[in-house]
């Protein structure tokens, strides 16, 4: 079945700055590349999504970049604010969806 | 809409005792999913269903059993509880397929002694 790797598992950046993680994937048939926001305590929460026929998507501060060749994607967070601090798993979907292990991120102020 | 709900919140078992989980959702979605979380493991698929009726097993399904008889409302049964199954369970769903965006109930906490 599909393995996700997701990387780094904890991101601690300055209020302001980018951060930046990146997940790979096993199955190249895999056509759907979703990033969820779980903050402590709470639901996982879609954020932004990417389809195997795109290369990039932008959400404001949120950018997605998927390389399909590589079979890796990555979650681009520009200007990040305190808020922004949670837990983000990426996933790939092919016949399921598998989850990758997720990042902590934390934003100082 | 109260979206994606679970029962109970948290729950404390002991081994060899069975308890069922219940998710109700009331967005008409046709496909409903029990995961499960862990520290350091993401989330794991325990079973599926893509419709009233019809139940699919996941990465995880060892131990656990489900039920959709009702389109809103997906089960998940434990017959024989184990320590290993202690865990967060969300129960999820989505609209069509599971490649669009999955709707997460608030999450139970299990543990189990």
Not at chain 1, 59 to 73: E, P, S
Not at chain 2, 16 to 33: F, I, R, V
Not at chain 2, 70 to 86: D, H, I, R, V, W
Not at chain 2, 91 to 108: I, R, V
Request: aromatic share 10%; proline share 5%.
């Amino acid at each position: 079945g599909e393995n996700v790797e997701q990387h780094p598992s904890t991101l601690s950046v300055q209020e302001g700055d980018s951060a930046v993680i990146k997940c790979t994937y096993s199955d190249s048939a895999s056509n759907y590349f979703p990033w969820y926001k779980q903050e402590l305590g709470k639901r996982p929460q879609l954020i932004i999504d990417i389809r195997s026929n795109v290369g990039e998507k932008k959400d404001q501060r949120i950018a997605v970049t998927l390389n399909k060749t590589a079979k890796h994607f990555s979650l681009h967070i520009t200007e990040t604010q305190p808020e922004d601090s949670a837990v983000y798993f990426c996933a790939a979907f092919y016949n399921d969806m598998r989850f990758g292990a997720g990042t902590r991120l934390t934003v100082k102020p | 809409n109260a979206g994606v709900t679970q029962t109970p919140k948290f729950r404390v078992l002991k081994t060899g005792q069975s308890m069922t989980l219940l998710c109700a959702q009331d967005m008409n979605h046709e496909y409903m999913y029990w995961y499960r979380q862990d520290p350091g493991m993401g989330l794991r698929l325990i079973h599926y269903s893509v419709g009233e009726g019809t139940t699919a097993k996941g990465e995880v399904p060892d131990g656990y059993n489900v039920s959709r008889l009702k389109k809103q409302n997906f089960l998940l049964g434990l017959e024989s509880a184990a320590p290993s199954q202690t865990s967060v369970y969300f129960c999820a769903s989505t609209l069509a397929g599971q490649a669009y965006e999955q709707y997460f109930g608030p999450g139970t906490r299990l543990t189990v002694t």
